[in-house]
């Protein structure tokens, strides 16, 4: 099995700084891409950003300068550092990876639990 461990979520004032990470772990061949989505209530679940695989990272336009992606491909592990929060940051984020669980087999969305990050105006 394969699981999406996230950590580092919590309540923050406007103006603060949160950084949540998270851990691929199992049986993994591969980790394609890994990044962050978010949900707040009401709305659909959003890209934050994103890391393929020798690729550049992919920002939403509405954390551009503020957010800052990062990954340790020996760790499988995944790092948002946001800076700068605003109160329209509130909501679930999820950790999303793109994992290939054995050499000739297909790569499959993981999705974490899901971490609350609450700003507070």
């Known amino acids: 099995q394969v699981q999406l461990v996230e950590s580092g979520g919590g309540l923050v004032q406007a103006g603060g700084s949160l950084r949540l990470s998270c851990a691929a772990s199992?049986?993994?061949?591969?980790?394609?891409?890994m990044g962050w989505y978010r949900q707040a209530p009401g709305k659909q679940r959003e890209l934050v950003a994103n890391?393929?695989?020798?690729?550049?990272?992919n920002y939403a336009d509405s954390v551009k300068g503020r957010f800052t992606l990062s990954r340790d491909n020996a760790k499988n592990t995944v790092y948002l550092q946001m800076n700068s929060l605003k109160p329209e940051d509130t909501a679930v984020y999820y950790c999303?990876?793109?994992?290939?669980?054995?050499?000739?087999?297909?790569?499959?969305?993981?999705w974490g639990q899901g971490t609350q990050v609450t700003v507070s105006s």
């Open positions: 999303h990876a793109l994992i290939r669980k054995m050499i000739l087999s297909r790569t499959d969305d993981y």
């Open positions: 199992g049986s993994i061949f591969s980790v394609n891409a």
């Open positions: 890391l393929p695989n020798g690729g550049s990272t």
